[in-house]
T-cell receptor
Framework: QKEVEQNSGPLSVPEGAIASLNCTYS??????FFWYRQYSGKSPELIMS????GDKEDGRFTAQLNKASQYVSLLIRDSQPSDSATYLC??????????FGTGTRLTIIP | DAGITQSPRHKVTETGTPVTLRCHQT?????MYWYRQDPGHGLRLIHY???????DKGEVSDGYSVSRSKTEDFLLTLESATSSQTSVYFC????????????FGNGTRLTVT
């Protein structure tokens, strides 16, 4: 079992719809959870962090964390073509070990 | 954007040669990291530093060494490059460790022939 799992996609979503990205993790002791966006050929950039159960909203983005079920998700509302990218889920475990999933490739269809 | 510069941006080298990649930051952050990114594996931690001359291994450290003699510079050395080290290498910095956001450099694409 991978430590952090994501559906690799590609996930295709019509423009203006809600994109839903999911991530599961294996370590119940995980403390911090992040979503990074990576455009093709570019470096990852942080878009959301979440540390406690529940929802966290930032503009069109909402991160959802459920520690009991060991999953974290990212919702993107009113999807735009500029949201087309690979989304990386990252989870902290023990000290200084931030584990990344392999990413979900999202394509927004105009 | 966080002030992180990686050099070189691209490098082609031959098997068995030593290679050094440089990461330079202007943010005065304590923590610095080296990751490699490969298809199907995602980002994997090679080494990290939590202060000047304080470094530790990540999950894929074999064949790599690091040094940090100044807060702003973190060097990654491949002692004797192998084809399996062909990858994209990212440096990242963080103000207070992995429980705070990482800011990535633009990456170095290394090809070992």
């Amino acid at each position: 079992q991978k430590e952090v799992e994501q559906n690799s996609g590609p996930l295709s979503v019509p423009e203006g719809a809600i994109a839903s990205l999911n991530c599961t993790y294996s370590d119940r002791g995980s403390q911090s959870f992040f979503w990074y966006r990576q455009y093709s050929g570019k470096s990852p950039e942080l878009i959301m962090s979440i540390y406690s159960n529940g929802d966290k909203e930032d503009g069109r983005f909402t991160a959802q964390l459920n520690k009991a079920s060991q999953y974290v998700s990212l919702l993107i509302r009113d999807s735009q073509p500029s949201d087309s990218a690979t989304y990386l889920c990252a989870v902290t475990r023990w000290a200084e070990k931030l584990t990344f999933g392999t990413g979900t490739r999202l394509t927004i269809i105009p | 954007d966080a002030g992180i510069t990686q050099s070189p941006r691209h490098k082609v080298t031959e098997t068995g040669t030593p290679v050094t990649l440089r990461c330079h930051q202007t943010e005065n952050h304590r923590y610095m990291y080296w990751y490699r990114q490969d298809p199907g594996h995602g980002l994997r931690l090679i080494h990290y530093s939590y202060g000047v001359k304080d470094t530790d291994k990540g999950e894929v450290s074999d064949g790599y060494s690091v040094s940090r003699s100044k807060t702003e510079d973190f060097l990654l050395t491949l002692e004797s490059a192998t084809s399996s080290q062909t990858s994209v290498y990212f440096c990242a910095i963080s103000e207070s460790g992995v429980n705070s956001p990482l800011h990535f450099g633009n990456g170095t694409r290394l090809t070992v022939t």
